[in-house]
């Protein structure tokens, strides 16, 4: 009796937590379709007029396209040199490897302010700021450990006597890898690059140090019209960046469905 | 490749090795690409300032004591502390039912309450912010609730105060709570509580004596991580704070856009940065990364 009062408390509670955790995003994305001329929940009447601003206006454009190729690039040289890294170190021994590990992944832990003001230092030297190759690399950067965090998971669950197999059938190194070791880790590797770009596209501190002017990616425009006057395009920009989120959860889930289908079917 | 068979048959041992050593290259860019465009910009940033001082050491220290001890900066250390520490002990407190229904629940609830945590961690931290400013403004959804239910009269100051930073704060940080819970929790043998029950022990006594003990490495996990995630903070407070709510990173910030003094702001990074160390290898003792990599 007791115990199934109890366990009804909680789960009324977490219901509440829920709807707490959910409720921002949810306004924020009711917002976005407001008709009125100013942020007001609940909107009197719905209108798409705030995403015809923000998909019609040249600056936003540029923005979001900035966002774009700053993603793919931090997505692209993060996945590719942090599954390097997460193979190795699943598949070799060697010493101090948890040490090396953990300072691998000391970039999320140093805090955002000093990282991008190390960063603006260095390319303020370089000549850098502003470009979007240089603002790519550095998020790959914070991306790095994030990837590798995702393909340790992904990878621990592949067998590597596959890999030995197909040596012993006479297989070259660069053979077997590009045939069994990729093929079969490569649910691990999207759901790793659709968080690596997601690391980058919502990255706020790094790009307002290093975008100058020029580069300015969404998270800088949305930050720089929050500290002047929060015009209602805002909501609509957010409830963009909450549908990124989502899409990219949602394909995680198709993937990860995929990775575990086949482990089922392995171990059958 | 008949060759290569033959070879690694004859000798084994030398193959795995040169196999082995030729592996770990693949470490390499990583490696190269942390190091040039993480580690030594960080320390070149701190060296190249303090190098750039002119006067001698004794003035440096001098100058760097007067820093350390002035009073906004002892202020804005108070205030990061203790911002940080009510931060952690809400979102434990709130997050702690939560990770637990999700290791012990079961059904579609589940994945429903998964998708509450996860969607809020995984939106952009800007997005967040600006949904509570939303929420919490002058004429925000709570304050014109309130004043319909004729709770209030006067319009509420939730936000550009400390508890806007607060509420802010903890509802970016929960999500980092509850997963951390969530991966200790997991680990919790099943079998113990189900023989602490068959022996007569009742619901209440089972938690106390035997989950929460079992819990407490991931309740000690997930309050370092938050705390270390806090006294870096910068978004949150800065968009919803006030005059009295100035964090380490804000004040970093300022010295920066505008006192242009890098000298100060690298002193006060460096003070930042070591505490976050230090905080940080006191987690990696608590948690086992090595479970990442599969060795036991």
């Keep these: 009796m007791m115990r199934r009062w109890s366990t009804n408390l909680l789960r009324v509670y977490v219901a509440a937590m829920c709807v707490l955790l959910l409720a921002p995003i949810g306004i924020v994305v009711i917002l976005a379709f407001s008709g009125d001329g100013y942020l007001h929940f609940p909107p009197s009447s719905l209108s798409l007029q705030w995403f015809r601003r923000f998909f019609g206006d040249p600056q936003w454009q540029r923005s979001l396209l900035s966002s774009l190729i700053i993603g793919t690039i931090a997505c692209i040289a993060s996945t590719t040199i942090g599954f390097l890294a997460a193979y190795t170190f699943l598949r070799v021994e060697f010493l101090a490897k948890k040490l090396l590990l953990s300072l691998m992944l000391v970039p999320i832990i140093v805090p955002s302010i000093i990282t991008a003001i ?5 390319a303020g030297k370089l000549g850098l700021i502003g470009s979007y190759l240089w603002l790519g690399l550095c998020h790959a950067v914070i991306a790095m450990p994030i990837v590798l965090l995702i393909l340790l998971a992904a990878l621990h669950a592949v067998d590597p006597n596959l890999e030995r197999a197909a040596l012993g059938l006479g297989g ?9 070791v990729l093929p079969i880790a490569l649910p691990g590797i999207m759901s790793a690059m659709l968080f690596a770009f997601l690391a980058s596209f919502d990255e706020l501190l790094i790009s307002l ?8 990616t969404l998270p800088v425009r949305i930050w720089n ?10 909501a609509a920009v957010s409830a963009f960046l909450i549908a990124v989120t989502t899409l990219i959860l949602l394909i995680d889930g198709v993937l990860r469905h995929r990775r575990g289908g086949r482990r089922r079917c392995a171990s059958a | 490749m008949a060759n290569t068979i033959a070879i690694s048959r004859a000798v084994p041992v030398s193959t795995a090795r040169a196999s082995r050593d030729r592996t770990l290259l693949l470490m390499l860019p990583a490696l190269v690409i942390l190091l040039l465009m993480f580690f030594v910009p960080l320390v070149l940033f701190f060296v190249r300032t303090f190098m750039e001082f002119e006067g001698t050491t004794a003035q440096f220290l001098a100058q760097a004591g007067d820093l350390l001890l002035s009073q906004p900066y002892l202020t804005a250390l108070a205030t990061t502390n203790w911002i940080a520490l009510i931060v952690t002990v809400t979102v434990l407190l709130i997050g702690y039912p939560i990770a637990y229904y999700l290791t012990t629940g079961k059904g579609p609830g ?3 309450v998964v998708l509450a945590v996860v969607l809020p961690y995984f939106t952009s931290i800007i997005v967040r912010t600006f949904s509570w400013m939303v929420l919490l403004g002058e004429h925000g959804l709570v304050t014109d609730t309130l004043r319909a239910a004729g709770l209030i009269h006067e319009p509420l100051s939730l936000m550009y105060n400390r508890l806007g930073v607060l509420i802010g704060m903890s509802y970016v940080l929960l999500p980092y709570m509850v997963l951390t819970l969530f991966a200790a929790m997991r680990g919790i043998d099943a079998s113990l509580l189900r023989a602490a029950e068959g022996l007569g022990a009742s619901g209440p006594y089972t938690f106390r004596r035997i989950y929460l003990p079992l819990s407490l490495h991931g309740v000690l996990s997930g309050a370092l991580i938050v705390y270390i995630l806090s006294i870096g903070y910068f978004i949150t407070p800065a ?7 100035i964090m380490i990173a804000m004040l970093i910030d300022r010295e920066l856009e505008v006192a242009v003094d890098w000298p100060s702001a690298a002193l006060m990074s460096l ?12 987690y990696y003792r608590v948690t086992d990364i090595r479970r990442l990599i599969g060795a036991r």
């Design chain 1, 118 to 122: 190390a960063m603006y230092y260095a």
């Design chain 1, 172 to 180: 070259s190194r660069l053979h077997v890898f590009c045939r069994v």
């Design chain 1, 209 to 216: 140090f290093l975008s100058g002017v020029y580069a300015q």
């Design chain 1, 225 to 234: 019209s929050l500290n002047l006057q929060v015009e209602p395009t805002i």
């Design chain 2, 110 to 112: 589940v994945s429903i």
């Design chain 2, 239 to 245: 968009l919803m704070g006030g005059q009295h709510d």
């Design chain 2, 271 to 282: 003070s930042l940065l070591l505490v976050t160390l230090v905080l940080y290898a006191l």
